[in-house]
Nanobody, 117 residues
Framework: QVQLVESGGGLVQPGGSLRLSCVAS????????MGWYRQAPGKQRELVAT???????NSVDSVKGRFTVARENDKNTVYLQMNSLKPEDPAVYYC???????????WGQGTQVTVSS
């Protein structure tokens, strides 16, 4: 089992920044990638950015150049630095861990990001 706890969401003005954190615990040695997804009201959950154990990253085009995913393996923590936030970014942001043995996706409880002036 893997447990994920997010923090760092909140209210920010357009153009502002937030940093989300996700601390993982449990059998995380079996997890080969971690990352962030988001879900806005009435929309499907979508990939934001992921990072593998080797440090390879992937992100959706709409956040490229604005959001950065990073991890600190010794702290079992993954971050999402969000800069230049736009009105289309508000959503509940979920931390994800993709693991094997068994092959399973784990999710955090989500953290709300609101962008408003």
């Amino acid at each position: 089992q893997v447990q994920l706890v997010e923090s760092g969401g909140g209210l920010v003005q357009p153009g502002g920044s937030l940093r989300l954190s996700c601390v993982a615990s449990g059998i995380i040695a079996n997890c080969y990638a971690m990352g962030w997804y988001r879900q806005a009201p009435g929309k499907q959950r979508e990939l934001v950015a992921t990072i593998s154990n080797s440090g390879s990253t992937n992100s959706v085009d709409s956040v490229k150049g604005r959001f950065t995913v990073a991890r600190e393996n010794d702290k079992n923590t993954v971050y999402l630095q969000m800069n230049s936030l736009k009105p289309e970014d508000p959503a509940v942001y979920y931390c994800n861990a993709r693991c094997v043995m068994p092959m399973k996706d784990y999710w955090g409880q989500g953290t709300q990001v609101t962008v408003s002036s």
